[in-house]
């Protein structure tokens, strides 16, 4: 495939790191020796501008163009963290700490961002600046919308934004994408459930409430079923339901239930959470409960601009050809901290194909080297196409 010559001479080294970084897992903010080693990479190759600490543990970095005539600023997104799962791959340069594993093949990103970050600083054929970003945190922490509230927008004058995912199950060598929602809302609930407790042989003296709060969990699942219209998705899961009654013939006095919403727009974000808050309480009011729902927006809807999501696609084809990239795949509804992103600055995220493994998250997981030089060109060819020389 015509990925770029020289990052293709480069993929040993940048396997390298990979591997390297695979043995290394490091999880949330927690990331002080991959963004060390992010930048020992960076100042080797000669970048402009190395500044850590953005969003806690992010680094930001700059390569400037052989020419600046328009003030053109493109931003480049890698995450840093892995997961706290233990890894069972058994691959020789699995990860040496127990529990924690690059389950999601952020080290890949991150070594194939280092990859563009060297060839854009030895050949610098681009007019304009290339903003290259490291987060941390990508997994529930939200580093990316720390490294937003930081600033790094503004201080850095980013125009675009673009950022990729590995994808097992579709081929090494392909990219998916489409414009618009990709990847879902992710959010959080909680209800609290107050009745009345009592002993299990009175329940005429008593409200309760493990019977009040599964008649809240079944009337949830019809916000999805009756609520939202059918040809949309959403999710709405309840993960965790625990009374305070340890005993058998004890009925509790309260019961907590949390769970989970995915959406794919805002209108049914809102909805979902005006129909949970309405059901929970009104369903724990007809039987002399009460229910109080805490909401916790988590990250949102991941949505691909238009235009930019064509210069995805441009960049992509330039690597792999049109043949090999699928313009309009299905969104998928785990959540992006990405998105954070993509609300302050038009951009695209792409999907590049993992080949045959198990899906992201799993114990035996495994990303595939041969996919390093084509991620690593499509960071290089978005900053060439976009920021061209005359
Ligand atoms: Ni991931």
Known sequence: MPVKNSIAEMHKEITGWRR??????ELMYD?????????????????????PGIGQTGVVAVIKGRQDTKGRVIGLRADMDALPIHEATGLEYASKTDGKMHACGHDGHTAMLLGAAQYLAETRNFDGTAVLIFQPAEEGG???KAMCDDGMMDRWNIQEVYGLHNMPGTPVGQFA??????????????IKVTGKGGHAAEPHQAI??????????????????????????????????????????VIPHTARL???????????RKLAEERIRRVAEDTASAFGATAEVTWEDGYPVTV???????????AAASVVGDQNIDVNTPPILPAEDFAFMLEERPGAYIFLGNGDTMMCHHPEYRFDDDAIPVGSSWFAELVERRMALN
Do not use: C, M, W
């Open 20 to 25: 390297y970084l695979h043995e290394h897992p």
């Open 177 to 190: 994408i489409r414009p618009g929602a990709l990847l879902a809302s992710a959010d959080e609930f909680e």
């Open 31 to 51: 990331v002080h020796e991959t963004a060390a080693f992010v930048q020992d990479r960076l100042k080797e190759f000669g970048v402009d501008e190395i500044t």
């Open 258 to 268: 949390k769970g989970t919403v995915r959406t794919l727009d805002t209108e049914n």
């Open 142 to 144: 939200a580093g990316g």
């Open 208 to 249: 309760d409430t493990t019977l009040v709060a599964s008649q809240i969990v079944v009337s949830l699942q019809s916000i999805v079923a009756r609520n939202i219209n059918p040809v949309h998705r959403v999710v709405v899961t309840v993960g965790t339901f625990e009374t305070d009654s340890v005993a058998s013939n």
């Open 304 to 314: 691909n601009h238009d235009q930019e999501t064509q210069y995805a696609i441009d």
